[in-house]
DNA sequence: CCATATTTGTAGTTTAAATACATTTACTTT
DNA sequence: AAAGTAAATGTATTTAAACTACAAATATGG
């Protein structure tokens, strides 16, 4: 049988992510490499070629044919597309906050955290789940968020950007508020519930109260959880391993990055009529403001 | 004269950056290949050392001595470091939506975005002013965050991450609130005013309100501003010019993350005890929790 | 203006990457 | 099931790229 070329989904896209969509699709000793790329990517930036055909245990020609299979033109290039999708993985290395770092150091580490969670949230991202929200999404009669501390803010955000796209919704944050609305939603309508533990009981119950009005239910949390189980659609929003105390911090900010997605998705099917609606409000907001030459108190 | 070593700010740093900062420490001919790389690093990716050397115009030691200058052990590694770097300039390439991406595209769309964004406004950020805020806020009596719409969300985040550090503080997002908050300030409060445009009314107003009673104002905004101009530390934060929907969805992310810059330093500087009163916070909220089984209805 | 030190280039050496070819393994067909 | 064929892998060789030692040229200080 002739060997598949294998086509990256976006041409120029983390070669990581590449090797690991192409490894059934490889030849047994090119998977060899394959897989020990995988395993160590920083490990064959800091090899020669006769090094990573040693480690591989097969023979150069083979390190180099993978590196064709893949879709570079040779070994340099691909240690090169390694060293770009590595980027982003070794931003974290320094994100211990310490007492006496400067105000430039604390800017790198906690942006640099910052992106690498964002792209490790990104890869985890179960986009079956995510297509299936944004169908719901688009179809919905109207749409609740519901979160508390730092997912409230998620819900909120989320409340201001969908109505952009024609589809009227609510944000609540107030326990009470939450069930009172969980329990008047119908047939039609989706509760989109954010909760980073997913465990936390009055969302558990908002969840539950929507569903036994017959709303649909998107659960959106940072790991498996209760709170997933008894959601219609799962979306998880998976941070970076990390128990200090920026966790939070990361979490919601990845989950900003979701409800963005979700709603430029859902734009884009309502679309045309709604952006000339966007246009308008945009124009109302702009008179609000002044001109270039404010008077100064 | 010797010729001096030259160390980045963090060790493995973003090269292009240490290139920037070495320049006027190198050689002439050295100085040649500096800009050259500066000029279009892309190129150098894909030159070998001989078209390296031809582009700068000197010969192929002084391009390795160049590598060895700005802290490489050669062309090769200097090679794999740019690459590095230019990982983040070139997500967003790709970041036009269109109505007929597959989901997939769209997630890796907005989150590339949404990562260039953060390390173009990273990079952009005035560590003077934000350390000129940070001690502001560290000796702050109480602080009042302010902002409507995106910026609204903004404050409310901050409101909800400086209570953990010791600081009272509160978040208004009522305009009428605001007025009234503001006017309420008093020397040793600071007032945090986000605003993206910085040319909001209202905020403008407030911003005002408060410098009157005495308060010390920080302004927050995407780019120079009327709020910047009467503002007593103004922070930009700038992030990639996009002109279409997208552009407030990545400034108040950018915002966030500069939020968590200052929580955390004031974090750091007010230290210790409030470390415990945070870990006792934690366990309080674990309570509203359930364990591993939850009676699912 | 000469002497010394520093910078830059030339030429050669070494090492790594890629190619052509040979061998082995797996698969198909009778 | 066996032989032939095609595919996959390894061996040996070639090519070229990176690095080094040394020499020339330029700049610097007395």
């Given at each position: ?18 090797v690991?969509?192409?490894l059934?699709?490889l030849r047994k000793s090119e998977r060899k490499v394959a897989e020990k790329v995988l395993e160590d990517p920083?490990r064959i930036?800091?090899a020669t070629l006769a090094e990573a055909s040693a480690l591989s245990d097969v023979s150069e020609p083979t390190v180099i044919r993978f590196c064709?299979a893949i879709?570079?033109?040779?070994f340099?290039?691909f240690k090169?597309?390694v ?215």
């Amino acid at each position: 049988m002739a060997h598949v070329e294998i086509t990256g989904r976006i041409p120029g896209e983390n070669i990581i992510e590449v090797v690991r969509q192409a490894l059934p699709d490889l030849r047994k000793s090119e998977r060899k490499v394959a897989e020990k790329v995988l395993e160590d990517p920083q490990r064959i930036l800091n090899a020669t070629l006769a090094e990573a055909s040693a480690l591989s245990d097969v023979s150069e020609p083979t390190v180099i044919r993978f590196c064709v299979a893949i879709g570079c033109t040779g070994f340099q290039e691909f240690k090169l597309r390694v060293a770009h999708s590595l980027a982003l993985g070794t931003l974290a290395t320094h994100s211990v906050l310490n007492k006496d770092d400067s105000t430039a150091a604390l800017v790198e580490k906690i942006f640099g955290y910052t992106m690498t969670s964002l792209d490790w949230a990104r890869s985890h991202l179960d986009h079956q789940a995510l297509g299936a929200a944004i169908a719901l999404l688009s179809e919905a009669q109207s749409i609740e968020f519901f979160g508390l501390g730092a997912s409230g803010i998620v819900a909120l955000d989320a409340q201001q950007k969908f109505p952009l796209f024609g589809v009227p919704c609510g944000a609540q944050t107030d326990t009470h508020q939450q069930l009172m609305t969980a329990s008047m939603m119908r047939p039609g309508d989706v509760a989109v519930v954010f909760s980073n533990t997913g465990q936390t009981v009055a969302m558990l119950e908002v969840a539950t109260a929507a569903r036994n009005g017959g709303a649909k239910v998107i659960g959106v949390s940072g790991s498996h959880s209760p709170l997933l189980d008894i959601s219609d659609i799962s979306i998880i929003v998976e941070t970076l391993d990390n128990t200090d105390i920026y966790t939070p911090t990361i979490s919601r900010i990845a989950s900003l990055v979701v409800v963005d997605i979700l709603s430029a998705a859902v734009g884009l099917r309502r679309d045309a009529e709604h952006a000339k609606r966007f246009e308008d409000m945009k124009e109302l907001l702009r008179r609000q403001r002044h001109g270039s030459a404010f008077p100064v108190v």
